[in-house]
């Protein structure tokens, strides 16, 4: 029976959208179930009704995988529906899903109560939302809590499953929270409502010394203080931290289940580095807010969910990053909790001219921690051990020294584990059984490429040390390509992306009046700057090529020309590179997150 009572509190599966012109009609694809929403597309009215022939005939019909939410643009509102999924794999008997597909729907028919400018704002707003959309990773289950680690689910209370799946979800993992809100605050609706979230899954059956068992790995990003790399930077006044990602591996055999948990998140002081054309801009701690408030908040925060804390900071002592190590150094020592221990360790440094074996010193150092938290295990529904801490790691961007820490420090977990299981012998390591090995390094690196693709825009850096356990030439040629990548994406495409991120999860809400009354954020006016320098470097860089090429029969007047259209090139990109915050692509939505905290 509470069986029974559990799954009337799931999510429905399956979904068949019936689109008239006045409505849209959404009725489970489940036998015994006679349930149908109707959104009416003038009033905007939501309803739960009994299925009595109100579908018209003609509608057209749509299979669809569940209902992502509802965003108003400029244009009204739109539902955002699930179209096409891939199975990912199940943990604990559970189906989790990729989102494959998306379609956004208007509830207005046409645009002609829309100006021209709100035509082409209401255009550019829809593109944003499917820019985000697009990402590839987003994930869904309608048996299974995705935002929950395996150990805080074993905790929970037996009325904890009579809650609908996505008001029992953690809030900081939810990415359709704010597209929800209009289902989501109608409890009756509750079993349309499916809870998103982003991040990275991946589910390997595999074999080791004749024992099968899965092996699991998820990454949870978090939704508060989202964003881009250079955007998105430091902690706000709440104690959210950019990148914040909690990352979970999972080993199911024979009845047991295990989980190891660790988190990344940016250095929690009020800092930025906006870009400004530099590859590496100058990160600028606030002198106006008081960062032990945020410090204390996001602590007390992470001690609450995970207990204990190692804060491995991986920056480099020196340089621009030193004012980050030693901002990050006094707020521990002020806070003075004996719950949180501080861990720095200059990567860089210690790991220069590719001695990556160095990275032992940081896992000796850690490895009485490692013991002392240890993992959750429990055998069917018995509790073996818990997990009483957490490593949470750190560098400047939390991707690429991170992921490396990260996969380490999982590997020295798993080990322990599989002893543990009887599945390797004490003293024993997988990297002897090359099948699994491969399988464990890949999807690590895997992980790594996704959440910098996620934050920064392209795949992680050194993750050829993550795949073969070593650094290789064409690893580090790889990682010069998508530095250069990454470099024109932040400092040209990341404003863009910002924007989006922000309209997604309500962030910035649009208004009805942008274009009319009330100016739109989408048309803000550049510097002459912006447009005369570069019109400047154009015509004076030809005239010197020009110049060249044009033989002289005087070459001193011909080196003449060469020298002052040389020079009034170099002259201007360097006045470019000096107003370079001119000349990037800033976010417009919410302009608050461009002022130095």
Not at 237 to 248: I, L, P, R, W, Y
Not at 509 to 524: A, C, H, I, N, W
Request: charged share 20%; glycine share 6%; proline share 4%.
């Amino acid at each position: 029976m509470a069986t029974d009572t559990n799954r009337q509190m799931l999510p429905y599966e399956a979904l068949r959208l019936h689109i008239s012109p006045t409505h849209f009609y959404l009725e489970p694809i489940e036998t015994n179930v006679r349930e149908l929403v109707t959104i009416d597309r003038v009033s905007r009215e939501i309803l739960l009704t009994k299925k009595e022939n109100q579908i018209p005939s003609g509608s057209e019909v749509k299979s669809i995988h569940g209902i992502l939410g509802i965003i108003h643009l400029l244009a009204g509102p739109y539902l955002i529906v699930i179209t096409n999924r891939a199975k990912v794999g199940t943990v604990d008997e559970k189906t989790i899903w990729k989102i494959t597909g998306t379609e956004i729907i208007p509830y207005q028919r046409t645009l002609l109560h829309l100006n021209e400018q709100q035509v082409q704002d209401n255009g550019r707003y829809l593109s944003m939302v499917e820019s985000v959309l697009a990402s590839d990773s987003f994930y869904f289950s309608v048996t299974f809590d995705l935002t929950h680690t395996m150990q805080r689910l074993f905790n929970t209370s037996p009325d904890f499953k009579q809650i609908p799946l996505h008001e029992r979800a953690d809030a900081r993992f939810v990415w359709n929270g704010f597209v929800l809100r209009d289902l989501s605050q109608q409890p009756e609706l509750s079993r349309f409502c499916i809870p998103v979230m982003l991040g990275f899954i991946l589910v390997n059956q595999c074999e080791l010394k004749g024992q099968a068992f899965k092996y699991t790995l998820l990454s949870r990003r978090s939704c508060f203080r989202a964003g881009t790399r250079y955007y998105m930077r430091g902690m706000d006044s709440e104690g959210h931290v950019a990148n914040f990602v909690e990352t979970e591996q999972i080993i199911e055999f024979s009845g047991i289940k295990c989980s190891f948990v660790q988190t990344r998140g940016s250095v929690p002081l009020h800092w930025s580095q906006f870009p400004d054309l530099s590859y590496k801009p100058r990160p600028v701690i606030s002198t106006s807010h008081n960062h032990l408030d945020g410090f204390q908040r996001h602590f007390a925060t992470q001690v609450f969910h995970y207990g204990k804390q190692v804060l491995v900071n991986l920056l480099d002592q020196k340089g621009s990053e030193l004012k980050l190590v030693d901002g990050y150094g006094q707020m521990v020592k002020n806070l003075n909790n004996n719950q949180i221990r501080y861990e720095p360790f200059d990567f860089h440094k210690e790991c220069r001219k590719m001695q990556w074996h160095r990275l032992s010193v940081l896992t000796d150092r850690v490895a009485e921690d490692l013991k002392s938290f240890g993992y959750f295990m429990i055998h069917d529904s018995s509790v073996v051990s818990l997990q009483t801490g957490i490593f949470r790691t750190n560098c400047i961007d939390c991707l690429d020294r991170t992921n490396v820490v990260q996969s380490l420090l999982a590997k020295k977990s798993l080990l322990d584990q599989f002893n543990k299981l009887g599945i390797l012998a004490v003293g024993e390591d997988f990297d002897s059984y090359p099948s699994f090995a491969s399988v464990f390094k890949n999807v690590w690196a895997d992980n790594a490429d996704v959440c910098a693709k996620q934050y920064a825009g392209t795949g992680a850096l050194k993750t050829d040390f993550t795949r073969t356990g070593k650094r290789t030439v064409l690893g580090a040629l790889k990682d010069g390509y998508n530095s250069l990548i990454r470099y024109f994406l932040n400092n040209f495409y990341d404003g863009y992306r910002q924007d989006a991120t922000d309209l997604l999860l309500g962030n910035y809400e649009v208004e009805d009046t942008e274009g009319q009354t009330k100016p739109s954020p989408l048309r803000q006016e550049r510097d002459w700057k912006f447009y005369a320098l570069p019109a400047i470097f154009v015509v004076a860089f030809s005239m010197c090529i020009i110049s060249i090429l044009i033989p002289d029969e005087h070459p001193s007047e011909q080196a003449m020309y060469v020298l002052f259209w040389g020079g009034a090139s170099v002259i201007t990109l360097g006045c470019i590179y000096y107003y370079g915050q001119e000349f990037v692509d800033r976010p417009k939505l919410v302009q608050g997150k461009l002022k130095t905290e």
